[in-house]
């Protein structure tokens, strides 16, 4: 059986169903523990004000290289997200620009600019909370981490503290919506 493995997200099983490329990668017991890291980086992120997602990359001997959350505003840097604010800790920690053998948790689906920071960082892993639908480019949309067009991919694991990941998003718009 080849395909993304989900977890708790039917809706997705067309998906799965129609895609034969993409690596298998199972949750792991260890996958919700490193969730739970980035969730931690998520509230902090809500905290600020920022959109809460946060991430965090671990090394295959299961050492945790980065921790990162959203900064956009505070920085005023469009491309200061969670996961690339982590990659780029975790590279200069390593002091090599490719972290293979490396997996990164993120809580919502990564955008194109992070799915492509992925790419070219060669992160062997991603496994991400909630979906995006809007701007995820990893099953919702490009297919970017594990595109035959490009010269990397990764094993993808999606769902995992799905409704933890969602529910801090939700919230977080939700007092907006309030607010304005
Ligand atoms: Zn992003």
């Avoid at 671990?58 to 996961?83: F, G, K, Q």
């Avoid at 790419?119 to 639908?133: S, T």
Wanted: charged residues 25%; aromatic residues 8%.
């Amino acid at each position: 059986m080849q395909g993304i493995h989900y977890r708790t997200y039917p809706a997705w099983h067309f998906f799965v169903m129609s895609t034969e490329k993409a690596k298998i990668s199972l949750v792991t017991e260890k996958d919700e523990y490193w969730m739970g890291i980035a969730l931690e980086q998520a509230r902090m992120a809500a905290s600020l004000d920022e959109v809460p997602v946060g991430a965090c990359v671990v090394s295959d001997e299961d050492d945790l290289l980065a921790a990162a959350s959203n900064r956009t505003i505070i920085d005023n840097d469009p491309t200061a997200h969670a996961e690339v604010l982590a990659i780029r800790a975790a590279a200069e920690r390593l002091g090599n620009y490719r972290l293979t053998g490396t997996t990164l948790y993120t809580t919502i689906e990564p955008c194109a600019m992070c799915a492509g920071t992925l790419v070219n960082a060669r992160v062997r892993r991603l496994v991400f909370g909630a979906p995006d639908e809007r701007y995820g480019a990893v099953v919702t949309h490009f297919g970017l981490c594990d595109s035959p067009l490009l010269n990397h991919r990764l094993e993808i694991t999606a769902g995992v503290l799905l409704e933890d990941c969602r529910s801090l998003m939700k919230d977080f718009f939700r007092k907006k919506r309030l607010a304005t």
